[in-house]
């Protein structure tokens, strides 16, 4: 049984707001100096699906890949430490700056690449841009069936048997494999490895792969295949005005303040 976990290098969820800079010239989040990127969280929870099944079934591959530069090699490196065997990194200029479409269909090529892939393992979304369209689309370019949002996955017979979480409950559905399945926060926090773990995976080697070795046409994938224009990235501006109740005890304070709630109908 051959799994893939698609995984993706974010900006730090707990970088101080103050940290962020725009370049809105070019439409791009400019780094925070000394917070380096971190796998998205939700990835970390479709590589512990991934991990769950391999063991359940007591044999299996599990390959990792991201698309990225080469500062995406970490967050490949963390789910090989998880217990991932193998890592793909597609990297290529012609690759970069694409949209969630251009995204899937990269990731499809190279699944379609490795050739004997039983199931595709991705987030329910990305903890950046937040589209949840990615794992949707893979399943859509390979011709595979799919289930969202999961909180647990098995196989069983041959078949992936997937728990989904729905607006008023969970529902249990099963697909025929090879099949896609995006992983939500409710199956759980993801394993954390160790030491000798992360010492192991600091080892392995990360294949790279470009577009022309997955025949892919520079001109349909990144930024000049995209079909989601950005028009404008921009840090909003929070403003706030202040008004002091006056009043020389706390009971005229607060009449002062019921008074001006009623001005503004606000009571």
């Known amino acids: 049984m051959h799994l893939v976990v698609c995984a993706k290098q974010i900006p730090d969820p707990e970088t101080p707001p103050a940290a962020f800079r725009i370049d809105e010239a070019n439409n791009e989040v400019i780094p925070a100096q000394g917070i380096p990127p971190v796998l998205s969280q939700f990835d970390g929870m479709a590589a512990e699906a991934a991990l769950r099944i391999v063991e359940a079934a007591g ?4 390959t990792v890949i991201s698309l990225g530069q080469e500062s995406a090699q970490a967050a490949i490196k963390q789910v090989l430490a998880m217990g991932a065997d193998e890592g793909i990194l597609l990297e290529d200029e ?4 694409g949209d969630s479409y251009t995204t899937a269909r990269t990731l499809a090529a190279a699944i379609e690449h ?13 903890a950046d841009w937040d589209m949840g369209q990615v794992g949707l689309g893979i399943a859509e370019l390979l011709g595979w069936p799919s289930a969202i949002i999961g909180k647990d996955a098995k196989v069983d017979d041959g078949s992936m048997v997937v728990e989904r ?16 399945v995006t992983i939500s926060n ?11 773990q992360i010492m192991q995976a600091a080892r392995k080697t990360v294949t790279r792969l470009s577009a022309d070795e997955l025949g892919l046409d520079p001109s349909t994938v990144g930024d000049a295949g995209a079909r989601l224009k950005l028009e404008r990235l921009f840090i909003p501006v929070v403003e706030g005005e202040v008004e002091l109740m006056e009043g020389e005890t706390a009971e005229e304070q607060a009449q002062a303040l019921a008074a ?6 606000i009571l």
């Open 114 to 126: 490795l050739g004997d892939v039983d199931a595709v393992f991705c987030g329910r979304q990305a």
């Open 165 to 180: 979480v729905t607006g008023d409950g969970f529902e249990t559905v099963s697909m025929p494999m090879p099949a896609v």
């Open 94 to 97: 012609a690759l970069q700056g």
């Open 59 to 62: 044999e299996g591959k599990i």
């Open 260 to 265: 001006a709630l009623r001005e503004a109908k």
């Open 186 to 196: 409710e199956i759980g926090d993801p394993r954390y490895p160790k030491l000798q």
